[in-house]
Structures are given as C-alpha cells and as structure tokens.
C-alpha cells in the first residue's frame, strides 16, 4: 500500500510543479510538453489502479490469511491489510467463490481459512 500512496503522491507533485512553471515562467513548448505528460501519467496511474486494484487488493488479502496458521477473523484481515473493511469485504467474497479460502465457525467467532 504504502508503494502506491508514494506513486499517487510524486505524480501529484509532478502535475502541481510542472503546472506552476507554466503559469509562472509562461508558455514554452518544454514547459506544455512536461504538463501534457504529467496529465497523461496521471490518466494512465488512474486507468491502471482501477484495473488492476482489485487484483492487487485481493492477492493482499490472499497473502494475509495464507501467513495464518488457524485463520483469521474479519477485523484481523483488515488491521494485518491495512485495507478499508468494504474492499476486504469485496476480496473475501471474490476469494471464497472462487475457494481459495473457506469459512469456519470457531466458539461463535466466524474464521477465514485459506486452502491448502
């Protein structure tokens, strides 16, 4: 997570400086060139995190319950993830119909297990 929060974040840096040098310094075909291809980074980071994501959050959420030994609770998922609980929640119901995980009922307490 903490690679994609410093991808988001140097590109926005790179869009807000290269937009500042070109209000500032006025147009020169450099200056527009480097914003033009800032937007189109940004785009296209934009484009691939939505595509890709999902997978990314899900094999997260794989590796998480995998380094378990007796399984995890739901909470534990999210805390060890660092994920938000609706796309752990989305991750685990992709995970179990595609069963790469199960359920199982421990002292009332659901546990998400991953196969063997």
């Not at 200056?31 to 890709?52: E, G, P, V």
């Not at 094999?59 to 995998?66: A, G």
Request: proline letters at 0%.
């Amino acid at each position: 997570m903490k690679t994609l929060t410093d991808i988001d974040t140097t590109i926005d840096a790179l869009k807000e400086v290269s937009s500042n040098a070109l209000l500032k310094h006025g147009f020169s075909r450099s200056r527009q060139r480097i914003f033009d291809l800032s937007k189109s980074l940004d785009q296209t980071w934009q484009d691939y995190k939505a595509i890709h994501g999902k997978t990314y959050y899900k094999e997260l959420t794989l590796f998480v319950i995998t380094r378990s030994a007796l399984g995890l609770r739901y909470k534990s998922i999210i805390k060890r993830s660092g994920l938000k609980g609706v796309v752990v929640h989305d991750c685990l119901t992709e995970l179990l119909n595609e069963k790469l995980i199960y359920k199982k009922t421990i002292d009332m307490k659901l546990i998400y297990c991953a196969k063997k």
